[in-house]
């Protein structure tokens, strides 16, 4: 009955025209990104490289599909939660709006397996958007600017990564950027239990992000305790695993903080969505 009702779901998505926003929205900006960087990439990187020219000699194309796939998801990371957020703040608010959701409350179905249905749709929608981005920015890229050596600049300067030790690399950062995103989905989601129309879910996930990146940003003492604990603080932790050598236990502190959120978020909406007044 779960996974009868999780197609259903995935069919009311698919209906939906908002769904196409994320990958349209995707497929726009990558693009743009992609022949802007074909046409002037090079001017670019030179700018980027000129202080380490007087050090340093690079030899070969700075220039690549792994270079370009790097700077596609530093950009588009903190911008992508608005485009999961469209269609998973409306999963449970918009049904509740058009009054649909009583009609699925008299089925022979829980609440807790009908709310279910609706995080697995949405974790299907997000893994679709997130292997979107993945092919977009790793596979039209390597077509665009081939391959190559990736350079890397961090706090600790230049980190040079092999082109025979990166798709691993982007294997488990697409990864961790579709948990971050999962676990947007589940916040939206869980303010649409909350609510009764579409646009609420959504203000209110884009505000908590807002808010969250603002205290992540802000160098004051009061904010570090809890810095740490924020979801926007791992939103980013795909970068890690371009470092040499690789953070592994900070890399799996992020994945808990993101796995803690997704459990958190997922609990309150199930417990919010069985005590909810669906039926009058």
């Known amino acids: 009955m779960l996974l009868k009702n999780t197609i259903n779901e995935l069919i009311k998505i698919i ?8 990958f349209g929205a995707l497929t726009l900006l990558i693009g743009v990104i992609l022949l802007a960087m074909k046409a002037d990439g090079k001017s670019f990187i030179s700018f980027v490289t000129a202080s380490f020219e007087q050090t340093l000699s690079f030899n070969g194309e ?21 485009l999961v957020a469209l269609v998973t703040g409306d999963l449970v ?7 649909t959701l009583r009609m699925m409350a008299t089925k022979p179905i829980s609440r807790s397996a009908i709310l279910g249905s609706k995080l697995l749709a949405g974790a299907i929608y997000t893994l679709l ?3 979107w981005m993945a ?33 691993w690399r982007y294997l488990y950062g697409f990864g961790l950027a579709y948990l971050a995103l999962l676990a947007i989905a589940s916040m939206s989601i869980c303010f ?43 939103m980013s ?25 997704i459990i958190g978020f997922t609990g309150i909406a199930l417990w919010k969505f069985n005590k909810k007044d669906i039926n009058t």
């Open 15 to 22: 209906a939906k025209p908002r769904s196409y926003i994320g």
């Open 62 to 82: 700075i220039l690549n599909g792994n270079l370009m796939a790097f700077i596609i998801l530093q950009m588009l990371i903190i911008h992508v939660p608005l």
């Open 93 to 99: 608010s918009g049904e509740a709006a058009m009054g």
């Open 129 to 131: 958007l997130t292997l």
């Open 135 to 167: 092919f977009m920015a790793y596979g039209v890229g390597q077509w665009m600017f081939g391959s190559g050596d990736l350079i890397v600049l961090n706090n600790d300067g230049l980190v040079i990564i092999p082109a025979d030790d990166i798709l």
């Open 192 to 234: 649409s239990v909350f609510s009764d129309n579409s646009i609420g879910p959504i203000v209110s996930t884009m505000s908590v992000i807002i808010l969250f990146t603002i205290i992540g940003s802000l160098d004051v003492s009061s904010f570090n305790s809890i810095q740490p604990f924020l979801l926007t603080t791992h």
């Open 237 to 261: 932790a795909w970068r890690s695993l371009f470092e040499m050598p690789v953070p592994v236990q900070e890399i799996l502190n992020s994945i808990y903080i993101l796995l803690a959120h």
